[in-house]
């Protein structure tokens, strides 16, 4: 079996969820969509580190915020193991 089958479906799939993720995507603020974007790039990992929040160019404090409301929004969820917490 080839990847063609798999990439395929991949791809009907993902036209077929877009309009939903686009929807929840814009209405999420502009200060939410970023960090969301943040939370993919780092991982879920470190957020309040201050290399993460440089990177974010908002406070902590808003970064607290924003993470805050994408776990209210069933977005993203906030899980701790051995001491950490991951998005």
């Not at 036209?15 to 993720?21: A, L």
């Not at 201050?50 to 902590?60: C, D, H, L, N, Y």
């Amino acid at each position: 079996m080839t990847e063609q089958p798999v990439n395929q479906e991949l791809e009907r799939i993902i036209r077929q969820y877009d309009p939903f993720y686009t929807q929840v995507w814009n209405q999420l603020t502009a200060v939410q969509q970023r960090a969301l974007a943040i939370v993919r790039a780092e991982s879920g990992l470190n957020l309040q580190s201050q290399q993460v929040i440089r990177a974010f160019e908002k406070g902590s404090a808003t970064m607290r915020r924003s993470l805050k409301a994408l776990v209210a929004r069933d977005i993203s969820r906030e899980e701790e193991t051995q001491a950490r917490v991951h998005y």
